[in-house]
T-cell receptor, first 111, second 114 residues
Framework: DTGVSQDPRHKITKRGQNVTFRCDPI?????LYWYRQTLGQGPEFLTY????????KSRLLSDRFSAERPKGSFSTLEIQRTEQGDSAMYLC?????????FGPGTRLLVL | AQSVTQPDIHITVSEGASLELRCNYS??????LFWYVQSPGQGLQLLLK??????LVQGIKGFEAEFKRSQSSFNLRKPSVHWSDAAEYFC????????????FGGGTRLMVKP
């Protein structure tokens, strides 16, 4: 069991560019979650998958954000037309029961 | 509204002293409760969890937490703090069924004096 992995760990982009992040959950975990954490705050829920199905999306997830989990394994989170307000740590977690296990996060800086 | 509150933004303790971090929740029933720790620039590590049963739960790294229904609280404790415990601590709750999204408190930053 290698834990949840995320790639890249850091991303710097210019405003208006698109970015995509990847999350690989703990193997055989059927649930996968995305959270966003801004400096000095607790993480905030973005969206959640059970297997391939996206079951819940936060109102924080604007039209510029899209997430997929095509084969029920890894997931991608894409942000289109990035804005400076998108600068944050994007955290992925996976679960097979009540407890969620987090990856190291992807830190995004939008210039 | 369902929420999690951590009243203390910063706490400083001396190495070897005891520690208690406070967490309160707002919900009409008992949620699933968790404590996580986050070192700078890192993800979150699960310290312990409470679902039901014994209200005193033991976790990793010598931490424990006590659930008090009457106070809607789930405070984290450690009898003797080590310098390596300096980090940000987050209380979180899952409301409703198991596996639901987590709602986090704002976090408490722990500093440890030598």
């Amino acid at each position: 069991d290698t834990g949840v992995s995320q790639d890249p760990r850091h991303k710097i982009t210019k405003r208006g560019q698109n970015v995509t992040f990847r999350c690989d959950p703990i193997s055989e975990h059927n649930r996968l979650y995305w959270y966003r954490q801004t400096l000095g705050q607790g993480p905030e829920f973005l969206t959640y998958f059970q297997n391939e199905a996206q079951l819940e999306k936060s109102r924080l997830l604007s039209d510029r954000f899209s997430a997929e989990r095509p084969k029920g394994s890894f997931s991608t989170l894409e942000i289109q037309r990035t804005e400076q307000g998108d600068s944050a740590m994007y955290l992925c977690a996976s679960s097979s029961g009540e407890s969620q296990y987090f990856g190291p996060g992807t830190r995004l800086l939008v210039l | 509204a369902q929420s999690v509150t951590q009243p203390d933004i910063h706490i400083t303790v001396s190495e070897g002293a005891s520690l208690e971090l406070r967490c309160n929740y707002s919900y009409g029933a008992t949620p699933y409760l968790f404590w996580y720790v986050q070192s700078p620039g890192q993800g979150l590590q699960l310290l312990l969890k409470y679902f039901s049963g014994d209200t005193l739960v033991q976790g990793i790294k010598g931490f424990e937490a006590e659930f008090k229904r009457s106070q809607s609280s789930f405070n984290l404790r450690k009898p003797s703090v080590h310098w390596s415990d300096a980090a940000e601590y987050f209380c979180a709750a899952s409301f409703g069924k198991a596996g639901n999204m987590l709602t986090f408190g704002g976090g408490t930053r722990l500093m440890v004096k030598p």
